[in-house]
Nanobody
Framework: QMQVVESGGGLVQAGGSLSLSCTLS????????MAWFRQAPGKEREFVAT????????TYSDSVKGRFTISRGDTRNTAALQMTNLKAEDTAVYYCAAGRPWSEADTQTENGYNFWGQGTQVTVSS
C-alpha cells in the first residue's frame, strides 16, 4: 500500500511564497503521476497541478498558472509545489495524490489518483 505524506503548509501574507512537499513510500512509485489538489472551506476539492512520473510534463489550473511550480524529485518519490505571489483565495487544505491516470483529462481529476495524503493547511492573510 502506498503512503502519501505532505508537509510545508502554514500561514503567509498575501504576495508571499510557500513550498509544499510530498513523499511517497510503501511500494514502487516510479510509474505514478503526482498531483496537488486543494479544498477551500465550503467548496469542493479542485485540481491545482500535476507532474508525470518522469517529471518531464506538468499541467496547472488556470488559477495558479504562472504563480505555482510543481516538480518531481530526482528519486521520483517526491514532489514539490512552489507557490509564489500567494493570494487570499489560495487559502485551502492542500492534498497530494499519486496515481496512474488513464487519460490526459484524468490527470486533472480526482478519478486519476487512488492514493491521497491527509492534507496540509495553507492560509494566506490579506
Amino acid at each position: 500500500q502506498m503512503q502519501v505524506v505532505e508537509s510545508g503548509g502554514g500561514l503567509v501574507q498575501a504576495g508571499g511564497s510557500l513550498s509544499l512537499s510530498c513523499t511517497l513510500s510503501g511500494q514502487s512509485w516510479s510509474a505514478y503521476d503526482m498531483a496537488w489538489f486543494r479544498q477551500a472551506p465550503g467548496k469542493e476539492r479542485e485540481f491545482v497541478a500535476t507532474v508525470n512520473w518522469s517529471g518531464t510534463s506538468t499541467t496547472y489550473s488556470d488559477s495558479v498558472k504562472g504563480r505555482f511550480t510543481i516538480s518531481r524529485g530526482d528519486t521520483r518519490n517526491t514532489a514539490a509545489l512552489q507557490m509564489t505571489n500567494l493570494k487570499a483565495e489560495d487559502t485551502a487544505v492542500y492534498y497530494c495524490a499519486a496515481g496512474r491516470p488513464w487519460s490526459e483529462a484524468d490527470t486533472q481529476t480526482e478519478n486519476g489518483y487512488n492514493f491521497w495524503g491527509q492534507g496540509t493547511q495553507v492560509t494566506v492573510s490579506s
